[in-house]
């Protein structure tokens, strides 16, 4: 089973206590039919701190669980090259492309938007897409801003993979320690 490792911050995270039960519902609707989320919002409005509390529920069913930041991804492939070519055919980005079970990539849109890293991110949502495997988002972006840091291609699939949640409110952090 393949499962991700939890940051510290995130290590208390509780899919009963810090999910909301529409979202709970809407998630297990998702997932069963093939498909995903898509949690946006500004930023501190809590969509890692949610996505972390999914992925723990689920890799506790046990279903194969990988989650990414979408900048770290990008990086750990990078990584993975050597004069432009894949080293290991087995790397992270094909583990994320077939990965029977949930992906989750988190903070999408936040990394530098490149040709290469455009490229990359077509293959693999396009790959989850055709598939039917279920990939939840989270990102500071909407579909209007992601479409022009990404391009439509990949905007248009995200759509159609996944159910739009506005995860509205404000900061979490500024107001943690008040």
């Keep these: 089973m393949k499962t991700y490792k939890t940051p510290k ?32 919002g500004g930023t501190g ?10 992925a ?3 890799a506790s069913m046990p279903l194969n669980v990988l989650f990414y930041n979408a900048t770290d991804f990008l990086d750990r492939m990078k ?5 432009g070519v894949a080293e290991n055919e087995d790397g ?5 492309k077939n990965l029977k079970g949930i992906l989750f990539i988190d903070d ?3 990394e530098k938007g490149t040709e290469w890293t455009n490229e990359r991110f077509t293959l693999l949502i396009n790959h989850r897409y055709e598939e039917m495997l279920p990939t939840i988002f989270t990102s500071n972006c909407d579909l209007e801003i992601l479409s022009a840091r990404m391009g439509d291609r990949v905007t248009s699939r995200i759509f159609a993979m996944t159910e739009l949640v506005n995860m509205g409110g404000g900061d979490r952090r500024l107001t943690q320690n008040s």
């Design 92 to 96: 992270v980005f094909d583990e994320a």
């Design 45 to 54: 409005t809590g969509k890692t701190h949610v996505a972390y509390a999914m």
């Design 79 to 83: 990584a993975e090259f050597k004069d």
């Design 108 to 110: 999408l849109g936040a």
């Design 56 to 58: 723990k529920k689920f």
């Design 9 to 40: 911050i995130f290590e208390n995270v509780n899919y009963e206590t810090d999910v909301k039960d529409d979202l709970k519902k809407l998630l297990e609707k998702q997932v069963r039919s093939g498909k995903g989320l898509y949690l946006y």
